[in-house]
């Protein structure tokens, strides 16, 4: 159990469109998901909090208008790039707590070329 | 603010040895404590976790981890590597029950030889 998902793998797009990213909780349902960045070779950045029902909290740095969340349901949480750039290419994963324990999606490479 | 520290950032164990990772952490209750691992271009994968109780916990792949109070620390521990362990394990500390954010360490890298 305990089982979380991402949509797409991979992506590769041309800056300046918008990408959007898929986290699924597949057989439990959570009202916050996570939104993690990591970049190579370091740790995860966690980027803003997804609340079901109610408007996501973001972490101090993070543009909201660039990194738009929707948490649609409690299995499901949105996370869009708008205006891609190069500097937005990174890995993004995301979380769903069951419980104190997150479980992580299989993350998304984000390639803006 | 809770802190992670991973004070080693690379480690290279032959197979079949032993293996301890560090972990020191600062939080001001009793945390909750995690273990992941992540192979290259994966997700997180949970190995253990400490809430309370029993300060020696056990994990998946036989992996262990002891929680030390005195010394805020929570290493994680293998007897004997196997090749595909070689991965990125991060260690991470979760606030208290109702607000799961969680706050990882930099990550020490493994490396196995043959």
């Known amino acids: 159990g305990a089982v979380v998902s991402q949509h797409p793998s991979w992506v590769i797009c041309k800056s300046g469109t918008s990408v959007k990213i898929e986290c699924r909780s597949l057989?439990?349902?959570?009202?916050?998901m996570f939104w993690y960045r990591q970049f190579p070779k370091q740790s995860l950045m966690l980027m803003a909090t997804s609340n079901e029902g109610s408007k996501a909290t973001y972490e101090q740095g993070v543009e909201k208008d660039k990194f738009l969340i929707n948490h649609a349901s409690l299995t499901l949480s949105t996370l869009t790039v708008t205006s891609a750039h190069p500097e937005d290419s990174s890995f993004y994963i995301c979380s769903a707590p069951l419980g104190p324990t997150q479980y992580f999606g299989p993350g998304t490479r984000l390639t803006v070329l | 603010a809770q802190s992670v520290t991973q004070p080693d950032i690379h480690i290279t164990v032959s197979e079949g040895a032993s293996l301890e990772l560090r972990c020191n952490y600062s939080?001001?209750?009793?945390?909750?404590l995690f273990w992941y691992v992540q192979s290259p271009g994966q997700g997180l994968q949970l190995l253990l976790k400490y809430f309370s109780g029993d300060t020696l916990v056990q994990g998946i792949k036989g992996f262990e981890a002891e929680f030390k109070r005195s010394q805020s620390s929570f290493n994680l521990r293998k007897p004997s590597v196997h090749w595909s362990d070689a991965a990125e394990y991060f260690c991470a500390v979760g606030e208290n029950f109702g607000n799961e954010k969680l706050t990882f360490g930099t990550g020490t890298r493994l490396t196995i030889i043959p």
């Open positions: 939080y001001g209750a009793t945390p909750y």
């Open positions: 057989d439990f349902q959570a009202t916050t």
